[in-house]
């Protein structure tokens, strides 16, 4: 293995280590926001984590990073189950790195393990973003066959077809760095088709509104699990460039410059709204707003660019989550959808404005043209009728998958709901 | 230094820092499933990271890690005492490296430095799992003074004897790799030599039963320390390779495929036998069994062995819980015996069953032959042998010295127990 | 970039990670011995990351890491507001690296978005350090307009002269390894600044005492945030040699074993004092202090030296904490006084009694002579006249800043404080 490619290896799974710890702090996060109560969300996060490791390395890896047949899915035998299962000569195992990572595609060198750890953490922390949807409300059984599902198909598609360098719609230039739409908006869109699913067992059950867990911060949970998802999304952003280079310590600087400025933009509004402290919450989701919307352009952007965006992160995340909370059929305690569907969504729109090609030819994305606020005329247009066609078609299937698998579980187990009595029996 | 050992040393040193964090997570571990109450259990751990700094350093380092005498303990005098003292030419601390790193041996290049806080963050938190006994019982002296015998002495001669290049066991072909029998099982005879003496001074005090803590969970740090603890093993294990390569990566997917295989299995398991959600406790157990199994032979094997050795971990872990649970004269409030003793010890078994010669060449064990279940054949079986012979030595010698030096510092103390009134006065 | 810069950015940034994480942590300390009824700091401590991020991207890295005027400020324009703005091939940013990391400078090759995290890292903890005095006391609105100054312009000063290559205090070669005297000596006199404007309002308000928050221990948080702290010195001491060479690797081993030696000191004469178990508090204060002490010069010493320091820092700490105790003007109550401003001034005093001239050549500080217990004669008196003048100049200009400035803030809110009454209002 030639330097380069041990510096970028060292790099990746670093990040990867960060990611890792993600799925559980979001856990901490919905502890933080709604109280000791709720700490079975620990349990999900840990089930998370391990169900991602398992089944990404069974055959789930391979759905997405193998390989595709027809641009549509990864050869889930490529490499075997189990990453080359007893091999000691598979893919990148000890010789050698995965194929997507040598010089005629990514060539950045990473091997299997690294690649692969760094892949299953971040399907891992999508699936505890739609879990927050299923809190106390899901069937341990439900979930857990839905979690099957999602780490060999729903999570997989969209990578097979944006991160998978054989993907028809990253054939087609479709573009999204640390995944503001394959996370945070397949995210969004899963929990929704499980949020209907949830919505119409309790109408049968006679209610008129969806139960939703009320706030009861726990400043110190609260304080934890945002500092680890910020220093986890170092990894998250930075590590996306799968190199270590210029560009990976200038994606640094794109990601904490949004953090920062879209946390002072909600204090800012907030505080001329409200008029004193807007307090721990609203500084939480200042901080995520501005790393959601940074995460899909985080490697095309110049620090200023990164600056504005956060600034209006403030503002967006207020409306938004003044609008959604007027919908009374769903539970989402801990804001999926302002947050991380609107956020994502948001951010993959902007790459159409705020891309500057050198940032993006650095990061590995030579093929992305300047966005309109850099001369990019037509082509940046062009680029944004492909962004939101990617979001229109991804965000539409992951939620039908998603509501199919969850009716079928339903169907199978005699709904997925509880009557929310027995508390043990959910995740 | 030359850029390969740069990054080696990168590696070992960042992996260094991660288990160093372990020590204070076995104490956040006690506080989570016993509860607050045990806060005491924070300072204990604090003072072993301290101690084990400081003694490691005065000499502990020297006596597992210099050249040996006759392959028995290292030279206590090989690099002065705190590394090289106030020498700026001492081995490995300005130029060069340590001697056990340089070419003739494993040729890796780690400087004192690094190597030294590796090894010392082991050391710590072999004695954090062994003073799990230790628990709320042990006057602070009584532990203060075993711990200085532990880091000079207890600690430091299985290290010498299987991790140290001129060890007579190390030159006998055994092979540990990241300590199931130098930590884990060690750790358990340790704790069963003090358990024994706290037992004969209860049963003076009519004693019919050890009082032992009962659970009180406490689901926020019982989850940060499984979390802190399952990074930290990304150090234990990846780290213990000694160096940054393919390999390195390997390491990283059979650690983290064997805690995932063992929750999983736990969880299916106990779910069969009590038909609810296991909960906390049996997830954070299912993990710690997993990575503890792994641990001897995590750089041996590959990614589907870690699979099946991960699966058979969970009945393992639950028979054991239950079969050591009957008996009454000690108190092991965090599966001490169950945990890492009998799951050490199972590993280095498993050595001689699942090892690939591919894998343990490339993590620098070129010595060890494939396991049986890879056509090992004789090879194998006396392997099998070595790996048993040195359980049964590093066991005997480690509860022996352990008890021995227990019984002494209670001769001189009256006693190593107080009548557990006195809280401020134990640790 | 060639190798090497490549290693010593990826060094850094995780240096500068770690260091990230320890303004939060020093919130987790406050509410760790003041109990959850002081969960603001936690807010306090996120809005002072956030703003650091922001300021210091604004000007403040200029201010302090640009190309000086005259020795005494960075040029505030030299790389354009948000480290070169919309600029794609501004310093750093994409090709090549910061000025002073030049090989006609420092020659390690830190990039722009390396350096800068680290340094603000760096100058968001020291102001986190200043804040523990305003500990529910500042009004938001005033604190706020402080953090403004505070990051362009009170920081940056002492940061221009003795670490920026062109700062006069640097060229007559004062020195100040990772921020003894322009992190720890420059919190106490900035905290000194706020809290004697402070102790003026109280006066005015008739109290005859300044009211203190007395401790109230929560062990779990008070164990986490020194975990963190520690872990984050690993970042901000051996991150400081600015390079991954050896001289790194020896920095961990004069942080580490300063710190454990100060814990068992304190610990020891404090037994002796109170002859009971010291616990916790004291457990972090010891610790705290080791490496208060052994920051200013962790990269020009030994190891066994180091432990010396270290030794010597648990009686002065216990000496500090009687003296400064019978000064009721001010509340102090984690310690900012006898921690950091007495550690951060002795700490400095003793590069000219420590320093051996081989380590502090190696981490990049070949100007420094060898100190009076090593034969460094009058070059080292004159060293330490040197440090003494730079401490005095430092701690008296930053004083008067920062009493001005919180002053004039006084005057146009009328006054910083509140009556104390509306908690909601203040940080």
Redesign the interface.
Same mark, same amino acid.
């Given at each position: 293995?030639p330097?380069?490619s041990?510096?970028n #290896?060292?790099?990746v *799974? /670093?990040a990867a280590?960060l990611v890792?710890?993600m799925t559980?702090s979001v856990?901490?996060l919905e502890?933080g926001e709604l109280g000791?109560r709720f700490?079975?969300s620990?349990?999900k996060t840990?089930?998370i984590?391990?169900?991602a490791?398992?089944l990404m390395?069974f055959v789930g890896f391979n759905t997405a990073f193998a390989p595709t047949i027809d641009g549509i899915i990864g050869n889930p035998l490529y490499n075997g189950?189990?990453?080359?299962?007893?091999?000691? #000569?598979s893919s990148g *195992? /000890?010789?050698g790195v995965w194929w997507s990572m040598t010089p005629q595609y990514f060539g950045t060198g990473l091997?299997?393990?690294?690649y692969?750890?760094f892949e299953a953490a971040f399907a891992s922390v999508t699936l505890a973003l739609v879990a927050v949807v299923a809190l106390r409300k899901l069937k341990?059984e439900a979930f857990a066959a839905f979690t099957i599902v999602y780490f060999m198909l729903i999570w997989n598609l969209p990578a097979a077809w944006i991160w998978n360098p054989t993907g028809w719609l990253y054939l087609m230039v479709v573009r999204d760095f640390a995944g503001g739409l394959i996370v945070h908006g397949a995210a969004g869109a899963a929990g929704l088709g499980i949020v209907y699913k949830i919505w119409q067992e309790e109408k049968r059950r006679g209610l008129k509104e969806s139960p939703t867990a009320s706030f009861s911060i726990n400043?110190?949970?609260?304080?934890?699990s945002?500092?680890l998802l910020?220093?986890g999304w170092?990894g998250f952003n930075p590590g996306s460039v799968l190199a270590?280079?210029?560009?990976?310590?200038?994606?640094?600087?794109t990601t904490?410059?949004a953090?920062?400025?879209a946390?002072?933009s909600v204090?800012f509004f907030e505080y001329l709204i409200a008029k004193?402290?807007p307090?721990?919450l609203y500084?939480?989701n200042g901080?995520l707003m501005g790393l959601i919307i940074i995460t899909p352009l985080a490697g095309f952007v110049?620090?200023?660019?990164a600056?504005i965006l956060g600034l209006v992160g403030g503002p967006l995340y207020l409306a938004g989550e003044r609008w959604l909370g007027r919908y009374k059929w769903f539970s989402d305690p801990v804001g999926l959808f302002p947050g991380h569907l609107l956020g994502g969504v948001f951010g993959i729109a902007m790459i159409a404005f705020f891309t500057?090609h050198?940032?993006a030819a650095?990061s590995g994305n030579s093929n992305l043209p300047d966005g309109l606020l850099?001369g990019g005329g037509m082509a940046a247009v062009q680029q944004l009728g492909l962004e939101m066609f990617a979001v229109v078609v991804v965000l539409a299937v992951v939620f039908l998958i998603s509501y199919v698998s969850i009716w079928l579980i339903g169907l199978l187990m005699h709904g997925i709901t509880t009557d929310y009595k027995k508390e043990?029996?959910?995740?």
């Open positions: 293995m330097d380069l041990l510096i #290896n060292l790099w *799974i /670093l280590i890792f710890t559980v856990g901490l502890v000791e700490s079975n620990f349990f840990i089930l984590t391990c169900s490791l398992f390395a189950i189990f990453l080359g299962g007893f091999s000691t #000569n *195992i /000890l010789s091997t299997t393990g690294t692969f750890l341990l400043p110190g949970w609260l304080t934890l945002i500092l910020w220093v170092f270590f280079n210029n560009e990976a310590t200038v994606v640094v600087l904490f410059l953090a920062a400025s946390f002072l204090m004193k402290n307090g721990l500084a939480v901080i110049s620090p200023a660019s600056v500057q050198a940032f650095a850099f043990e029996t959910t995740v």
